[in-house]
């Protein structure tokens, strides 16, 4: 068979074993203790920011409520008297109608009385947040798992687990490539250039998602001589799940106009590397050649 050598583009590919990492994996677990009234997730539901998870039961944090406020209106009230009195007793000590000790303590009871209001509101303020954390939300858009604990539970303050939710688009993999490599990414992404990322399946055969490379680890792990690096999928389709395995390959840069042969051409022997060159219609010559990427 005869091949023409014709000029082309060549892309530089680079191999490496990955695995579908997520960009957010969140525990929900309660910030206060109480009983767990209300479930609001259906298992394997997309859920977004802010979107209702769970109920604990909030009227023991009411009622505290309830007291504190109680607490804090009897210490205003005689934190207002003891202002009051502080205004008489310094009107008659111009008058030189009582001692100035006596307006030194009023004044100081006064600066008691109102650390005491200042207490007294931080208990209120306190008890008004936990009321807010009995309604427990989804920190992070994503998918929620299966449910760790059924309504009617007693739960401790950040120790039970409600649920997981896992942020899946966008999507990263983190996969890894020797270090001799290092050099050529590193002066493509400095150059500011978006180099693309291809993720195939375990087989290596099925194309499963194209993103882009995001960022390069900052040290080269010594054990293994490879540095790991980051690509991004936007994964609308979900074809990509966390902690799946995947063969990643980055196009590092195109080599363009390359003359290109079949492989089935080169051969290897004495003359080192070469491939048969047509000399007329009827004769070949053997022509020693260096190969490129």
Do not use: C, W
């Not at 406020?69 to 207002?80: H, I, T, V």
């Not at 109608?97 to 005491?116: F, H, P, R």
């Not at 993999?173 to 978006?194: H, N, Q």
């Amino acid at each position: 068979g005869i091949a023409t050598v014709a000029p082309g583009d060549v892309p530089i590919v680079l191999a490496g074993l990955g695995t579908v990492t997520p960009l957010a994996t969140v525990t929900v677990r309660s910030q206060i203790s109480g009983y767990l009234t209300e479930i609001g997730f259906r298992e394997g539901q997309t859920v977004k920011k802010g979107d209702f998870l769970a109920q604990i039961d909030s009227r023991p944090y009411e009622a505290q409520l309830a007291q504190y406020q109680g607490q804090l209106m009897r210490d205003q009230a005689l934190l207002q008297n003891s202002k009051l009195d502080l205004a008489r007793f310094q009107r008659l000590s111009q008058q030189d109608s009582i001692s100035k000790q006596n307006v030194d303590t009023q004044g100081a009871l006064v600066k008691q009385n109102e650390g005491t209001v200042a207490a007294d509101q931080a208990l209120v303020d306190q008890q008004k947040l936990n009321i807010t954390y009995t309604r427990i939300i989804s920190p992070v858009e994503g998918r929620v798992g299966l449910r760790q604990i059924d309504q009617g539970n007693y739960i401790t303050a950040a120790s039970t687990s409600i649920v997981v939710v896992t942020q899946l688009h966008p999507i990263s993999v983190v996969f890894t490539l020797p270090e001799d490599d290092v050099a050529r990414v590193m002066r493509r992404v400095r150059s500011g250039a978006k180099l693309a990322v291809t993720a195939y399946d375990r087989g290596d055969t099925n194309v499963i998602a194209t993103g882009v490379l995001d960022t390069v680890d900052n040290q080269i792990d010594t054990t293994t001589g490879t540095v790991k690096l980051r690509a991004m999928f936007e994964n609308e389709d979900e074809s990509l799940f966390p902690n799946q395995f995947v063969n990643a390959r980055l196009t590092v840069e195109t080599i363009q106009n390359a003359a290109l042969v079949p492989n089935a051409a080169i051969l290897r022997g004495t003359p080192g590397t070469y491939v048969y060159l047509m000399d007329g219609d009827e004769k070949v010559t053997v022509r020693p050649i260096k190969t490129g990427e």
